[in-house]
């Protein structure tokens, strides 16, 4: 009997409204229709009651020391770690819209430090890919409803992309720049065919964390 396969997890970086939303949607419907059991879900996860305080922070209902929110959006990856890593061992593959290099990207912008931030992510599994959805803020604020949650705002999203940039950089190994401007279908297109080829290559290598 051949040994059970593990799935992989895919992560969507990017500023807000970059379209990952749209590409993670796509990219789970297509990995279905071919058979591969795959799942999707995002952080942060506001059901959770972690994920209920973040929401009254985003939606500017709730104000939170800059330190204290950073902690909350870790914990909402940390408290969803144990059953993500059961589904992936379980053979399902993970699509993930937004992860730890969000953690890091938004609180950096507001002038945290980069080491404090990315600290409390260590051990957090490791993504097999990161698409990063690329595009200059100006552009994606022309999207509709930008401007709607606390961080919509384009100068401070200029911020958060060159600190996606500096991670990008530093993570190359597995990071995948996109130009975030093209259409959803070339998008899809090139997401797609790397996703593909990614599958069979992580199914027998053991889970990573993040160090
Ligand atoms: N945050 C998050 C932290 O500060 N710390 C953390 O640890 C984490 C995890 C909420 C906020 O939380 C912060 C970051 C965020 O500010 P969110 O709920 O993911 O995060 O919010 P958004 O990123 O704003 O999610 P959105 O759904 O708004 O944007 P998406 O998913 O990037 O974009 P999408 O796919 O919804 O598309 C936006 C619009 O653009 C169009 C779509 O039709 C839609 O109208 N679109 C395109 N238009 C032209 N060309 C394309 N290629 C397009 N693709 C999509």
Redesign the pocket.
Known sequence: MSPLKRGALIV?E????????????RLAELLKSKGIPTESL???A?STNIGQV?NGY?TNSKDLPDEV??LL??S??WELMGKLRQKLLAGTTLIV???????????VAKGMDFEWCYAPERGLIKPDAVFY?RAAPES?AK????G?????KVEFQSR?SAVFDRICSNESTYWHQLD????????HSLIAGTAEKLLPQVATQPLDKLS
């Open positions: 969507f990017g500023c807000d409204r970059s379209g990952k939303s749209t590409q993670s949607r995002n952080f942060p506001r973040v985003l929110i950073h959006f870790t909402n990856r819209d937004r992860y730890s290099y969000s953690g890091v990207a938004y609180s959805l994606l999207r509709s409803e930008f709607e949650e606390r961080y919509e958060v975030a401007s093209q259409t959803a279908d070339d998008l």
